[in-house]
């Protein structure tokens, strides 16, 4: 299972290099571009939690403006989050499809965002399925870990990866390499610079589990 964490620089972009992480880069007004960022893997989220955080909608300019900022320095991204509506169900699904056949159609490796209110029942395979190369795990905490066996399943299914957003503990990270998702991502790690949950979890080490319900109550794409 693959970890990207959050943007860093220095002796920070050091140690993800290090440890062999990944970065996700949020879609953001304030983000700058690092030429050195192609020495990683890295994945782009859509900035829609952000901007439901602070109550404002989608801002497609900025997620327009990111990914033009990431071609300028040379980054190739190993999937895009399509853009969606924080915990919009099947909203959310319809939002994202608008962009996946439409401005984003030709964006080879594009994740659908699945959200509270959703069910793989609603994804129909030669429709839903195929523009999308992975399914991102977003929606409240609960939900989230309600689900993300069911999600991880159907996609492996259907020859598709599955990531999960927000996995910033030890347990969490060993929770969804269980369950078999194939990446996940959390920008707590390098913002707290948490490495020893990415070392121990890397090494099998064994520690004394916290509560799932601890992180916040939800979490975006």
């Known amino acids: 299972m693959f970890?990207?964490?959050?943007?860093?620089?220095?002796?920070?972009?050091?140690?993800?290099?290090?440890?062999?992480?990944?970065?996700?880069?949020?879609?953001?007004?304030?983000?700058?571009?690092?030429?050195?960022?192609?020495?990683?893997?890295?994945?782009?989220?859509?900035?829609?939690?952000?901007?439901?955080r602070r109550g404002f909608p989608f801002m497609a300019d900025v997620f327009r403006r990111t990914i033009a900022k990431a071609y300028e320095v040379g980054l190739s991204f190993d999937f895009i989050v399509c853009p969606d509506l924080v915990a919009g169900g099947m909203d959310s699904l319809d939002f994202s499809m608008e962009w996946a056949r439409g401005e984003l159609r030709s964006v080879p490796r594009l994740a659908l965002a699945v959200q509270?209110?959703?069910?793989?029942?609603?994804?129909?395979?030669?429709?839903?399925?195929?523009?999308?190369?992975?399914?991102?795990?977003?929606?409240?905490?609960?939900?989230?870990?309600?689900?993300?066996?069911?999600?991880?399943?159907?996609?492996?299914?259907?020859?598709k990866k599955c990531h999960i957003g927000q996995v910033g503990t030890l347990e969490r990270l060993r929770a969804a390499d269980r369950m078999g998702a194939d990446s996940v991502d959390s920008t707590s790690i390098v913002r707290n610079q948490s490495w020893e949950i990415v070392e121990q979890f890397l090494a099998g080490a064994t520690q004394s589990e916290l509560p799932l319900a601890e992180d916040s109550e939800m979490e975006g794409s």
């Open 3 to 52: 970890i990207y964490t959050g943007t860093a620089a220095g002796e920070h972009f050091d140690k993800i290099k290090e440890l062999g992480l990944g970065i996700m880069v949020s879609s953001s007004v304030t983000w700058s571009p690092r030429k050195d960022y192609v020495q990683v893997p890295c994945a782009m989220d859509n900035g829609a939690f952000q901007f439901w």
């Open 116 to 159: 509270d209110g959703m069910t793989p029942k609603d994804l129909t395979p030669g429709y839903h399925l195929r523009r999308f190369s992975h399914l991102f795990v977003g929606g409240t905490v609960e939900w989230k870990w309600r689900t993300a066996q069911e999600w991880i399943d159907y996609a492996h299914e259907h020859g």
